[in-house]
């Protein structure tokens, strides 16, 4: 096997088992999906998470409010999970309200109602975007 193609096969079996992806090649592809998928409209990334301005909670310190397993099942599919009513989702409602200053009552999502059916993400984004929330 010439020495080339010793070294194509080593990068690609090592890529495997370390998991490589898009996001580990370019370290601003998270913040460049957050902009091209117009995540902005609704989210501030400096804002924190009580503050519903534009419209939806503020990305600064997601990761204290929500694992990475609950992001990622949240971008893949919004309406599945807002459908759980589960902690997070329950805990968003009472952020929203409280900013709001309204009494809490059943809501629907803009992400999981609107957004989240054009908007459609890959696995590698997903991480990519996770990887820029978890760096805010």
Not at 3 to 10: A, K, L, N, T, W
Not at 33 to 48: G, V
Not at 90 to 115: H, L, V, W
Request: charged share 25%; aromatic share 12%; with cysteine.
């Amino acid at each position: 096997m010439k020495s080339i193609q010793r070294v194509i096969c080593f990068l690609l079996l090592f890529s495997g088992s370390v998991g490589f992806s898009p996001a580990f090649a370019e370290p601003d592809l998270g913040q460049k999906l957050f902009k091209e998928k117009n995540c902005a409209l609704c989210h501030n990334i400096h804002n924190p998470g009580t503050v519903f301005a534009p419209m939806c909670p503020g990305l600064q310190g997601v990761r204290n409010r929500h694992s990475k397993d609950w992001i990622r099942k949240w971008l893949k599919n919004p309406a599945r999970v807002w459908a759980t009513n589960d902690a997070d989702v329950q805990d968003i409602n009472a952020r929203y309200f409280r900013y709001r200053g309204s009494k809490p009552k059943q809501r629907e999502s803009f992400m999981a109602t609107i957004i989240g059916k054009k908007v459609v993400l890959t696995d590698d984004e997903i991480e990519a975007l996770i990887d820029y929330l978890w760096k805010l």
